[in-house]
């Protein structure tokens, strides 16, 4: 064997004809796989072949151009890894294009049924939630219709469970019910059973969300019932006689259509545990598509957060160390993408783009069993006697050292909608960095409780959040921890009396640092209940502002909060709170405070009238001078009084994804016009339809001809104004009255709005006048 040990040939003799293995060198074995079926059936049993004779060895399992339709789990175990050698998934070449497929080819005859529509018989044993034809996910037969520009689900209404219009269908077991929770904290799913004497629906489900309140009265629609097929590209199974119903769009020829179902809810499984994980193996470079819907199984309760989970996604990591998964396309996958459970170390996401997943992006979540004194459901409670008081995990079965970096994360939680670009649960010190995440129906980046801390979550950009539901933000956290009591009057006295308990589960320091976040529907930055031990700087809140509801050791500083402010809520004495050195462009927003922790101080306000009476002795106002907000620079200029307070300028070009293909492809938050802006500069306003701003720049200077920047700028003039004001004038006067800006002038206006007025004009580079009479609206 010495003689060949540098390099030989292994011949293996699979039943799959689509494994082939080339060339063995002591760098490692190669195994190339070809598209075809009974892939996943061989290729674990060559893996633990290799890994049997060379424990030390690299075996890189390389696939070639093409999509692989998955019959079972890609499934690595511990056995498989033994040793030093990696474990390499990844494409042949730089060039091919792979797609691992958790879905099943179907080749059907259609046959025309009615109305459009086309039917045609599946001998398959499995049922199916998703079908692609051409590899565009379709949408299953609903009520409302699929309506893209819908803010919920696409189209929601209050009578799709009336018994009037459950009555118009046959047969609606086996249709699905989606729903927003009652006060729009996430959703619930549930599975049509049958109809009652009254019309209404028999249901079962409705587990999918922690905090129990039922449905939204508004929010909700039905899916899969025949009677609902009616658009362009809907379908509909029937189960029973195993037919499928679809109508296709004009002009598509479904003789030559690709015809995909869902199958797989997991494409790839590293299954191990603490005692033995799976170690070194490296997934790269493939789209991951066609994974089937979970949220019927998403039904474990995290905690006393307001979620319950599903575990798993396309790819699981389930007791492993030191894996990763690299520059993949997640594509339309029914559930999670990535989901990291129990003991991992060193787990690396990196690279990957995520979209249009049901469920969440990626999840980083521990076993319960590793919580001390664990609790589901937010009403839950525990006598302090019962409580266990030693500090950290009980077990290691938990997520530690992980990292979520660089990976483009957008429209997710399509049809979960208690879900998350990153989510963490029960987890320590994990690193979410340098992620662009965007269009969520909840939070961008999820914390679900204290346990354990240690996350670093920087140079992100995560915006359009919250666009499905309320009362939360692009980063969310909860803290109800160990010390956490849903009786407010109990916990104080349970906080008061033993203030070392809010550390027993949050050992280590959450940071938030050198993020860009945007809500447009809740906060930028929401610390909600109980959250604690955070250190929150260098962040830009571009709308939402930045909350920090009832919690402990909490310190916020230097963070640059647009359009919005600091809004602490219902804070407990003794806190050990910081608000500091801070930029704000509103004043504070308090909610039930009574106590302001050990200090507020040291920040920048907008105006004096902002400044609030009670805390910040030292902190200044005015104007903070920043270098370029229209561009998304919030820099302030060396001499800005913010400057004075502590507050030091930090990166703005270091948000969000940093590979190129990435970056090319990223969407950028909408960056706001600020308020101060709009106060002291002007925007463009439409005013009696016209549209009229300030003198802002120089070149408008120039344009008009104005010696400086006083007047209210023309920018388009309607015909009704006839030939008193024209496109481009400038106006200085109304009556005897000065005109500095836009609000001064419609203040004048009004205040002569019952009588002619002579107005001054600068048109041209040249004075002139006209007379203005604003009775009943009219123009003279």
Same mark, same amino acid.
């Given at each position: ?15 799959? $004809? ?8 002591? /760098? ?5 796989? *070809? ?9 674990? $049993? ?89 590899d565009e996910q379709q949408i299953r037969a609903r009520y409302p219709n699929y309506d893209s520009s819908a803010k919920h ?6 009578? /799709?469970?009336?018994?009037? %219009?459950?009555? $118009? ?9 989606? /729903? ?76 030559? /259509? ?15 545990? +603490? ?15 066609? =994974? ?88 839950? #409670?525990?006598?302090? =006697? ?27 939680? *399509?049809?979960?909608?208690? #879900? ?173 405070? %009574? ?19 009670? =805390? ?13 907000? +229209? ?27 940093? #590979? ?66 024209? $496109? ?51 123009? *003279?």
């Amino acid at each position: 064997m010495k003689a060949v040990n540098h390099f030989f040939l292994y011949v293996l003799f699979l039943t799959s $004809t689509h494994i082939l293995f080339a060339q063995r060198k002591t /760098a490692g074995h190669e195994i190339t796989v *070809r598209p075809g079926t009974g892939v996943v059936g061989t290729l674990p $049993t060559a893996i633990l072949r290799y890994r049997t004779l060379h424990p030390e060895e690299d075996i890189i399992v390389k696939f070639t151009t093409g999509t692989y339709y998955l019959d079972t789990t890609l499934l690595i175990t511990p056995a498989m890894t033994t040793g030093n050698g990696h474990i390499i998934l990844c494409k042949a070449s730089a060039g091919d294009k792979v797609t691992l497929s958790g879905g099943k080819p179907l080749q059907l005859k259609w046959k025309p049924w009615k109305d459009g529509i086309y039917s045609a018989q599946i001998a398959i044993p499995f049922d199916f939630d998703l079908l692609y034809v051409n590899d565009e996910q379709q949408i299953r037969a609903r009520y409302p219709n699929y309506d893209s520009s819908a803010k919920h689900y696409n189209g929601s209404a209050a009578d /799709a469970l009336s018994p009037a %219009r459950v009555k $118009t269908w046959k047969h609606p077991e086996g249709g699905y019910v989606h /729903a927003l929770h009652k006060a729009e904290w996430g959703g619930y799913h549930y599975r049509i059973t049958g109809v009652n004497n009254d019309g209404t629906l028999q249901l079962e489900g409705g587990y999918q969300n922690n905090r129990q309140m039922g449905m939204h009265a508004q929010h909700r629609f039905v899916e899969n019932i025949l009677e609902e097929l009616d658009g362009p590209r809907e379908w509909y199974y029937n189960k029973a006689t195993q037919t499928l119903y679809y109508k296709p769009l004009p002009g598509t020829d479904l003789n030559k /259509a690709t015809i995909v179902v869902s199958r797989l809810p997991q494409v790839i499984t590293l299954k191990g545990s +603490s005692q033995a994980p799976v170690k070194n193996v490296k997934i790269e470079g493939f789209r991951i598509a066609h =994974t089937a819907p979970t949220f019927m199984d998403t039904r474990e309760p995290l905690l006393r957060s307001d979620w319950t989970i599903y575990r798993g996604g396309a790819v699981m990591l389930d007791g492993t160390r030191n894996c990763s998964i690299l520059q993949c396309d997640f594509d339309h996958n029914g559930g999670n993408a990535v989901f990291v459970s129990n003991y991992n170390r060193g787990a690396m996401i990196s690279g990957c783009n995520i979209h249009d997943a049901g469920g969440s992006g990626i999840c980083f979540v521990g076993n319960p069993a590793a919580v001390r004194s664990p609790l589901f459901e937010y009403n839950k #409670s525990q006598e302090f =006697t019962a409580i266990d008081t030693v500090s950290g995990p009980k077990t290691p079965d938990y997520p530690d050292s992980c990292t979520a970096s660089d990976n483009l994360i957008h429209h997710t939680g *399509r049809i979960e909608k208690q #879900s998350a670009g990153v989510q963490i649960s029960m987890a320590m010190d994990i690193t979410v960095s340098h992620n662009t995440i965007y269009n969520v129906p909840r939070a961008g980046i999820n914390i679900s409780e204290g346990t354990w801390g240690g996350h670093v979550i920087e140079y992100n950009d995560v915006f359009n959040t919250v666009l499905e539901t309320g009362d939360h933000g692009a980063f969310n956290s909860w803290g109800r921890d160990r010390y956490w009591h849903p009786d407010r009057e109990k916990m104080d006295s349970l906080v008061q009396l033993y203030p070392w308990l809010v550390k027993l589960d949050v050992i280590k320091t959450i940071v938030l640092r050198n993020n860009r976040f945007r809500c447009d529907h809740g906060w930028d930055i929401d610390l909600d209940d109980g959250s604690s031990n955070y250190h929150i700087y260098n962040n830009v809140c571009l709308n939402g502002g930045l909350k920090l509801r009832e919690g402990f050791y909490r310190t916020a500083e230097n963070n640059i909060i647009l359009n919005n402010s600091f809004h602490p809520h219902v804070w407990f004495a003794n806190s050990h709170d910081t608000f500091r050195y801070n930029i704000v462009t509103a004043g504070y927003k308090p909610i039930g405070i %009574r106590y302001w922790g050990d200090e507020i101080d040291y920040n920048f306000f907008p105006d004096k009238n902002s400044l609030p009476a009670s =805390t910040d002795a030292h902190s200044l106002y005015g104007d903070p001078q920043f270098i370029h907000p +229209s561009t998304g620079d919030y820099r302030v200029k060396p001499g800005s009084p913010a400057l004075k307070t502590g507050f030091r300028n930090f990166a703005m070009d270091s948000f969000g994804v940093v #590979s190129p293909g990435l970056k090319r492809v990223a969407a950028r938050p909408p960056l706001p016009v600020l308020q101060q802006q709009q106060q002291q500069q002007g925007l463009i306003i439409t005013w009696k339809g016209a549209r009229v701003k300030n003198i802002e720049t120089l070149g408008e200077r120039s344009a008009t001809g104005l010696p400086d920047n006083n007047g209210a700028y023309f920018v388009e003039v309607p015909a009704g104004f006839k030939n008193c004001i024209k $496109t481009g004038d400038v106006v200085l006067k109304v009556g005897d009255e000065a005109i500095r800006n836009v609000n001064e002038m419609i203040k004048a206006f009004e205040k002569n709005k019952t009588k002619k007025v002579k107005v001054t004009i600068f048109r041209h580079q040249n004075y002139d006048y006209c007379d203005w009479y604003d009775a009943d609206d009219e123009r *003279r």
